[in-house]
């Protein structure tokens, strides 16, 4: 099974990880790595080859595109390290990443994730006004 890394700001990824395992349970194949505010890019980086010395295959899920996390990731890539990289990560990114490793096919993360964005509002209201008229 595939490894997912989860990368942020502060302990962001942490909690995410503890809020997505409330939902689909323990997840031994999530690892976490935070950018604390005393930390530089170097303190970063050398917290995150820590993490994924041992891991043959994984996936990157960062905060922020552009933030340290993201950028110190992607310097990695540019430096010969193999990986998918993803920026924006919310609950449906983790989520459609666990479903798709459960399942054996992983589907379009970015796709998955956008459409967990919603106003509620529109998708509460969007019927009374489709009668109106």
Not at 29 to 45: A, M, S
Not at 74 to 80: I, P, R, T
Not at 119 to 126: H, P
Request: proline share 4%; net charge negative; hydrophobic share 40%.
């Amino acid at each position: 099974m595939s490894h997912l890394v989860l990368i942020s700001h502060g302990t962001f990824c942490e909690h995410l990880k503890q809020s997505t395992e409330m939902i689909m349970g323990p997840q031994e194949n999530i690892h976490t790595v935070t950018l604390l505010p005393e930390e530089g890019p170097q303190e970063f980086q050398a917290k995150l080859e820590a993490v994924i010395a041992d891991l043959a295959e994984f996936t990157v899920f960062c905060d922020l595109a552009g933030g340290t996390p993201c950028n110190v990731a992607a310097k990695m890539l540019m430096s010969g390290s193999v990986f998918d990289l993803y920026s924006g990560m919310n609950m449906p990114m983790v989520i459609s990443y666990i479903n798709g490793e459960m399942i054996g096919s992983q589907g379009d993360i970015v796709a998955q994730a956008q459409e967990g964005i919603a106003k509620v509002n529109d998708v509460l209201f969007s019927d009374d006004e489709d009668e109106d008229e």
